[in-house]
């Protein structure tokens, strides 16, 4: 039920936040306007919160994350959590065929590269630029914000005040703005993955969608950027093993 559980949420997680990215990018969305960053860092927060309450409600650990699996088994001395990592891949691929198959109207009237972009991260300033280090540090700072904040939760006043109540009580409104806050200061310049299955998963979806279904617009391909793809999958899952060694002290 847990390994499902991390199959649901991040299915969930991908489902919402990628599907904004979709709301506020197609040609004909209506919620193509302005002001479209800040939509979707809300969107991609709550997102966060629906899947980890998935988790939850199936008795899950609500990682949703290889990152967070990866701090988990070191803190823990555990290689278990690593069993959810396929299940968050295979939860990424899933919502985004389903979120491909509701957009494709607006799939078939959008250029790629913003199609590509409801799929899977791209950074401002590509290798060619000189710009792998700096995305290399933003996803990993990203990270590691995400990952030593998650570990705050759970010490000293925030585990348990004075009162009795800590951050605990909240449930998983924490994170959910945690999420945002890391979007908001840290996401614009690579697209703040900070998680590897939500990057990866779509990423081979487009990859896939695009040889299959939109050969007759193969003028206009762009490819899935494997070239950048080792980033939002190496920086966040090494954030995961500094955080979770940083858990051990």
């Given at each position: 039920?847990?390994?499902?559980?991390?199959?649901?949420?991040?299915?969930?997680?991908?489902?919402?936040?990628?599907?904004?990215?979709?709301?506020?990018?197609?040609?004909?969305?209506?919620?193509?306007?302005?002001?479209?960053?800040?939509?979707?860092?809300?969107?991609?927060?709550?997102?966060?919160?629906?899947?980890?309450?998935?988790?939850?409600?199936?008795g899950g650990s609500a990682h949703l994350n290889?990152?967070?699996?990866?701090?988990?088994?070191?803190?823990?001395?555990?290689?278990?959590?690593?069993?959810?990592?396929?299940?968050?891949?295979?939860?990424?691929?899933?919502?985004?065929?389903?979120?491909?198959?509701?957009?494709?109207?607006?799939?078939?009237?959008?250029?790629?590269?913003?199609?590509?972009?409801?799929?899977?991260?791209?950074?401002?300033?590509?290798?060619?630029?000189?710009?792998?280090?700096?995305?290399?540090?933003?996803?990993?700072?990203?990270?590691?914000?995400?990952?030593?904040?998650?570990?705050?939760?759970?010490?000293?006043?925030?585990?348990?005040?004075?009162?009795?109540?800590?951050?605990?009580?909240?449930?998983?409104?924490?994170?959910?703005?945690?999420?945002?806050?890391?979007?908001?200061?840290?996401?614009?310049?690579?697209?703040?993955?900070?998680?590897?299955?939500?990057?990866?998963?779509?990423?081979?979806?487009?990859?896939?969608?695009?040889?299959?279904?939109?050969?007759?617009?193969?003028?206009?391909?762009?490819?899935?950027?494997?070239?950048?793809?080792?980033?939002?999958?190496?920086?966040?899952?090494?954030?995961?093993?500094?955080?979770?060694?940083?858990?051990?002290?």
């Amino acid at each position: 039920m847990k390994i499902l559980s991390e199959f649901l949420g991040t299915l969930f997680l991908v489902l919402l936040g990628n599907g904004v990215v979709y709301s506020v990018s197609a040609k004909r969305m209506f919620a193509n306007q302005s002001g479209k960053w800040s939509v979707i860092t809300l969107g991609w927060g709550f997102a966060v919160m629906v899947g980890v309450i998935i988790s939850n409600a199936l008795g899950g650990s609500a990682h949703l994350n290889p990152a967070v699996s990866i701090f988990d088994a070191i803190a823990s001395k555990s290689a278990f959590p690593l069993v959810y990592i396929p299940a968050q891949f295979l939860g990424a691929m899933v919502a985004q065929v389903i979120l491909n198959f509701i957009n494709w109207n607006h799939i078939k009237e959008t250029d790629l590269a913003t199609v590509r972009g409801a799929h899977a991260t791209g950074p401002a300033f590509s290798a060619k630029e000189k710009g792998t280090i700096f995305n290399f540090s933003y996803e990993l700072v990203g990270t590691l914000v995400l990952l030593g904040v998650i570990l705050a939760f759970g010490k000293g006043s925030n585990a348990l005040s004075t009162t009795g109540i800590g951050l605990s009580s909240l449930g998983p409104l924490p994170v959910t703005f945690l999420v945002m806050a890391i979007g908001m200061s840290l996401g614009s310049s690579t697209g703040y993955a900070i998680n590897p299955a939500r990057d990866l998963g779509p990423r081979l979806v487009y990859f896939a969608m695009e040889k299959l279904l939109l050969s007759n617009r193969k003028e206009e391909h762009v490819g899935a950027n494997f070239e950048y793809s080792w980033i939002p999958v190496v920086a966040p899952s090494f954030a995961g093993v500094i955080i979770g060694l940083f858990a051990l002290i």
